[in-house]
């Protein structure tokens, strides 16, 4: 059987092969990560709080009680008869709970319109005393005004005598265009 490839074909084939190898194993060899790249993800990370992991798990042991107590309950209960009637019973009970809720509910947006009803009604007789005491200082004001503004009509006629109807004399203008010889 004949070789396609030549001798020469052969050694540039392996030595390609081998440099790629190479190649390869260094890419992939881990790199290390740089000491304040690390050191500034950890700062960045959140502290852990040691109460809010108490809670939850807390909450997580709660849940799995709850479901070991429901896994035994229904390991207790007598095997189920009637399917369609257990399953009435339980959109009952749903449907009494949810009425509740919807009672309590509506319980409340009552009360919440009741106060925004007084809250709406407090803000108007406010605004009713804020205008009603706005208006007198206002009036107050107006009079001071006219009374500095008389006072300041009288100092200006004591300085300077009015001369009512007289024409003041002005010199002519030049005119643009026109050029004096």
């Given at each position: 059987m004949v070789s396609k490839f030549s001798d020469a074909d052969r050694e540039r084939i392996?030595?390609?092969?081998?440099?790629?190898?190479?190649?390869?194993?260094?890419?992939?060899?881990?790199?290390?990560?740089?000491?304040?790249?690390?050191?500034?993800?950890?700062?960045?990370?959140?502290?852990?709080?040691?109460?809010?992991?108490?809670?939850?798990?807390?909450?997580?042991?709660?849940?799995?009680?709850?479901?070991?107590?429901?896994?035994?309950?229904?390991?207790?209960?007598?095997?189920?008869?009637?399917?369609?009637?257990?399953?009435?019973a339980l959109v009952e009970q749903r449907i009494e709970a949810l009425s509740a809720e919807v009672a309590g509910v509506r319980n409340d947006v009552h009360d919440i319109a009741a106060a925004c009803s007084h809250a709406v009604e407090q803000i108007n007789n406010a605004l009713d005393d804020l205008s009603a005491v706005a208006r007198a200082p206002a009036k107050a004001i107006d009079e001071r005004i006219e009374a500095m503004f008389s006072q300041l009509e009288r100092k200006l006629d004591e300085i300077v005598p009015r001369h009512a109807g007289e024409v003041i004399e002005l010199p002519p203008l030049p005119l643009r265009g026109s050029r004096a010889n």
């Open positions: 392996m030595a390609t092969s081998s440099a790629l190898l190479q190649q390869r194993d260094q890419q992939s060899a881990p790199i290390e990560p740089d000491p304040e790249q690390l050191l500034c993800e950890a700062l960045q990370a959140p502290v852990p709080d040691a109460i809010a992991q108490w809670r939850r798990e807390g909450e997580e042991f709660d849940a799995r009680c709850a479901r070991e107590r429901r896994r035994r309950e229904r390991r207790a209960e007598p095997a189920p008869v009637d399917v369609e009637a257990r399953i009435m």
